[in-house]
T-cell receptor, first 110, second 111 residues
């Protein structure tokens, strides 16, 4: 089983739609979680950290469910510019190493 | 402008040749990392360094070597021992583990 698992998609949604991605992780000792965004053939960039109480940044909301070991990313009012691959990232136990999921591809259609 | 630079952007290598990928940062970050990304797979950690003159193997270090003689620089050598070197190589740096900043990457193709 992979340490971090994501649905690869693609998720094809119209502009203005709300879309949600989930990600599961296997190491219950993981303490830190992030979402990165990666545009086609570009480097990943930090989108947001995921806090236990959930957090919001504009149209983006991230949530953590420790009991079920998954994190989620909700994007409201999708824009064409949101089209990208969204990488779920978990810090492995006490090692401070980032473990990346394979990413979920989002394509927002006009 | 502060940031991370990687060179070259594209690199072609013949089988059996060693190649060195450059990574430079002027963010004054202590920690630097090398990842490779393959289609359908997440980024995998090759080597990392938390301080000058010290580095540790990541999950897939075989066939690679690094050095960290300066804080700003963390070059990666892909040796002929690496069986499947064709990949997208990404260098990153950070102060804290959660704020990793990535360079633009180098696409290595073995001919």
């Amino acid at each position: 089983r992979k340490e971090v698992e994501q649905d690869p998609g693609p998720f094809n949604v119209p502009e203005g739609a709300t879309v949600a991605f989930n990600c599961t992780y296997s190491n219950s000792a993981s303490q830190s979680f992030f979402w990165y965004r990666q545009d086609c053939r570009k480097e990943p960039k930090l989108l947001m950290s995921v806090y236990s109480s959930g957090n919001e940044d504009g149209r983006f909301t991230a949530q953590l469910n420790r009991a079920s070991q998954y994190i989620s990313l909700l994007i409201r009012d999708s824009k064409l510019s949101d089209s990208a691959t969204y990488l779920c990232v978990v810090v492995r136990g006490a090692t401070n190493k980032l473990i990346f999921g394979t990413g979920t591809l989002l394509a927002v259609q006009p | 402008d502060g940031g991370i630079t990687q060179s070259p952007k594209y690199l072609f290598r013949k089988e059996g040749q060693n190649v060195t990928l450059s990574c430079e940062q002027n963010l004054n970050h202590d920690a630097m990392y090398w990842y490779r990304q393959d289609p359908g797979q997440g980024l995998r950690l090759i080597y990392y360094s938390q301080i000058v003159n010290d580095f540790q193997k990541g999950d897939i270090a075989e066939g690679y070597s690094v050095s960290r003689e300066k804080k700003e620089s963390f070059p990666l050598t892909v040796t002929s021992a690496q069986k499947n070197p064709t990949a997208f190589y990404l260098c990153a740096s950070s102060i804290e583990v959660n704020e990793q900043f990535f360079g633009p990457g180098t696409r290595l193709t073995v001919l």
